[in-house]
T-cell receptor, first 114, second 113 residues
Framework: EPEVTQTPSHQVTQMGQEVILRCVPI?????FYWYRQILGQKVEFLVS????????KSEIFDDQFSVERPDGSNFTLKIRSTKLEDSAMYFC????????????FGNGTRLTVT | AQSVAQPEDQVNVAEGNPLTVKCTYS??????LFWYVQYPNRGLQFLLK??????LVKGSYGFEAEFNKSQTSFHLKKPSALVSDSALYFC???????????FGAGTTVTVRA
């Protein structure tokens, strides 16, 4: 069964550094998402992406965050200047048609900001 | 606005007993409802969904869920729990004309042998 793959599985970075989290969604999917889960807390929506543009974003997704689909297969989340509170598990997801298809999630990237 | 409530942080059952994980939701339009399961250090795995039609939906691993519009609930059930069902379960809702999925806080299920 096709999967969403995320790399790296674990990223450690220093406060203030830029990080790029990478995702390869399922190949025929059209909608792409980033969610995050701070340890022990709920899964929070960050951003959705369709037709090469952001379709919706949450309050968390401020100017420090950006997303890109540079080559038609990868879907990246960039955090420009990381803060301690950005430490979390970041999940990429993709889905086919919005109405009926569930989101398929990757295994996540654990980001640790020191 | 859409939201999900999972009133129980933890559910503990003995193997072979029925398992219920509760979920209530709030949306402005028609809801699309989902259950996901998360095992340690893994992503969220889709279990089942309700879009329209029969209120009782069946999903993976013997799980089912019942949509109750009047009570705005979508409880997850399994008639006979297994130790391997021990995991974190998330209920999620999406309004039919929205892109994003909103998750509940999660319920940790522990099935003891």
């Amino acid at each position: 069964e096709p999967e969403v793959t995320q790399t790296p599985s674990h990223q450690v970075t220093q406060m203030g550094q830029e990080v790029i989290l990478r995702c390869v969604p399922i190949s025929n999917h059209l909608y792409f998402y980033w969610y995050r889960q701070i340890l022990g807390q709920k899964v929070e929506f960050l951003v959705s992406f369709y037709n090469n543009e952001i379709s919706e974003k949450s309050e968390i997704f401020d100017d420090q965050f950006s997303v890109e689909r540079p080559d038609g297969s990868n879907f990246t989340l960039k955090i420009r200047s990381t803060k301690l509170e950005d430490s979390a598990m970041y999940f990429c997801a993709s889905s086919g048609w919005v109405d009926n298809s569930p989101l398929h999630f990757g295994n996540g990237t654990r980001l640790t900001v020191t | 606005a859409q939201s999900v409530a999972q009133p129980e942080d933890q559910v503990n059952v003995a193997e072979g007993n029925p398992l219920t994980v509760k979920c209530t939701y709030s949306v402005s339009g028609n809801p699309y409802l989902f259950w996901y399961v998360q095992y340690p250090n893994r992503g969220l795995q889709f279990l089942l969904k309700y879009i329209t039609g029969d209120n009782l939906v069946k999903g993976s691993y013997g799980f089912e869920a019942e949509f109750n519009k009047s009570q705005t609930s979508f409880h997850l059930k399994k008639p006979s729990a297994l130790v391997s069902d021990s995991a974190l379960y998330f209920c999620a809702v999406r309004d039919f004309n929205d892109y994003k999925l909103s998750f509940g806080a999660g319920t940790t299920v522990t099935v003891r042998a």
